[in-house]
């Protein structure tokens, strides 16, 4: 694993917000979801997520997410993933979301 030091990290900005929408991604090459996040201050942001294994859409709508959102966007297909949503691999390599454990305002940088 690589070093870095705190000036580094804290380019990264690793915001919470909230999921608004969710929709299939049939074009994606592996399973994956087209959401819509509210990160209240700094907008309503696109992001595409392979979390399909471990989340229904239904279930999705409402929870909080922590994402990157000053990576420079991503075209995935025809689609523009804005935000890159964090997350840890499972023992079978299926992503668990990386989520706040009370409720945050949309928005709130993760320190």
């Keep these: ?39 209240g201050p700094l907008g309503i942001k696109k992001s595409s997520a ?3 294994v471990n989340y ?7 929870k909080q997410v922590i994402a990157v959102v000053n990576f420079l966007p991503k075209q995935i297909g025809k689609y523009i993933s804005e935000v890159l949503i964090t997350g840890f ?6 992503i668990i979301l ?8 949309n928005g709130a940088k993760l320190m």
């Design 56 to 62: 229904t859409k239904a279930e999705l709508v409402g």
């Design 1 to 39: 694993m690589q070093t870095i030091n705190p000036n580094d990290f804290e380019k990264v900005a690793l915001r919470v917000g909230t999921i608004l929408d969710v929709s299939d991604f049939p074009e994606a090459r592996k399973p994956a979801y087209k959401i819509i996040v509210d990160f």
């Design 50 to 52: 392979q979390i399909t």
């Design 89 to 94: 691999e499972d023992d079978n390599g299926n």
């Design 98 to 105: 990386a989520q706040p454990q009370s409720p945050v305002p």
